[in-house]
Structures are given as C-alpha cells and as structure tokens.
C-alpha cells in the first residue's frame, strides 16, 4: 500500500467515526432514561455542549492542523475522541456525560477541516476520492444507531461509548505507527 494509499485509508476511517460518535449520544440515552431517572428529552439537552463544540472546534482545529501538523492532529482526532468517548462510558453523573460529550465534539472538529485537507493533498483522483470518504461520513450516520442500539441492548450503555471509544484509541495509535509526519505532497497542476 503507497504512502497516500494508507492516508486516504485512515482519512476515511475517521469520517466514519466523526459523525458515528457524534451520534452515539442519541440511540444509547434510550438506555439511559431509566439509569438517571430522567425523560429523553432531558437527557438529550446533555448533548448540546458537543454540538456547539463541534461546530466552534472546527476553525482552532483547521488553524492548528496548519501550523503543527496535520498528521498528529488527526492522530490527536482518533485518540481525543476515543478517550472521551470511553470518558463518557465511565461518567456517574449527568454534568460528566455533558463534559464528557462536549469532549467528544471538540476532538470531532478537527475531522473536516484537517481530514479534508489532508484528503485533497494527497488524493490522485479528487471527485472520485471526495465522493469515497462522503460515503464513509454516512456510514457513520448509519452505523451509530446500529451498532450503537445492539450494543446498548445486550451490553449496556456505558458500553456503546466504552468499545467504539477503544476503537478510536487504537486506530489512533496505528495511525501514528503507520503514517509518518511527512509534508504535504507538491500539488500538481494539469
């Protein structure tokens, strides 16, 4: 596998996770009425934090991707989301599932604005790599209510945040292993 071969791989794991874990939130609370005594609709507003975050970590995220480095702020992505997704799992209160979420949402904010760039830089065929990863941002969609519902009716919903979020560390980690911290390769002009 080339170099740019083994970064669109993980770019497009990432959009996988970035909008599965941002939706995790929403199919486990089912689970979680009867664990705090609360409506659905309560428990919902515990999100709202990891949406502002979401949306407001995107312009710091895209900022420091250029100045640091691309590469370790999506390695930071994977390891940062999977942390507070297993955080999230662990929390015993209400105001820990909200800072644990709003968590989540800030690491998702890196996603687009540094796992888009870096897909660009290093895609040889961009509409078809583009049109690609936008596929594995809906799978993300439709696997975290999926994966999330089995999970939570046969583990529990600590465990639809504790096992993606194990997954996200460890994909992190051989992100780092697997790809070095190169620049950019030279864009080419037709």
């Known amino acids: 596998m080339t170099h740019n071969r083994r970064v669109i791989t993980f ?5 996988v996770a970035d ?8 199919t486990a609370v089912i689970g979680m009425t009867s664990a705090f005594d609360m409506s659905y609709g309560a428990l919902l507003t515990l999100s709202l934090g990891g949406f502002i975050a979401f949306g407001a970590g995107s312009i710091p995220a895209g900022w420091l991707g250029d100045l640091w480095s691309r590469r370790n702020m999506m ?3 994977f390891i940062g989301i999977g942390a507070a997704a297993i955080a999230t799992g662990f929390a015993q209160g209400t105001t820990m599932i909200a800072v644990c979420l709003t968590g989540i949402g800030l690491f998702a904010s890196i996603y687009h604005p540094v796992g888009t760039a870096m897909l660009t830089a290093h895609a040889e065929r961009l509409g078809r790599e583009i049109g690609i990863n936008g596929v594995f941002g809906n799978l993300g ?3 975290a209510a999926l994966i999330t519902g089995a999970i939570t009716q ?4 600590r465990w639809a945040f504790i096992l993606p979020g194990a997954v996200a560390v ?3 980690l051989l992100f780092l292993m697997l790809v070095p911290d190169r620049p950019a390769p030279a864009i080419r002009s037709r």
């Open 75 to 77: 390695a930071v992505f």
């Open 11 to 15: 770019i497009n794991l990432a959009h």
């Open 141 to 143: 969609v439709a696997f």
């Open 170 to 172: 460890v994909t992190g």
């Open 154 to 157: 046969y583990l529990g919903w």
């Open 19 to 26: 909008h599965m874990f941002m939706l995790i939130f929403p």
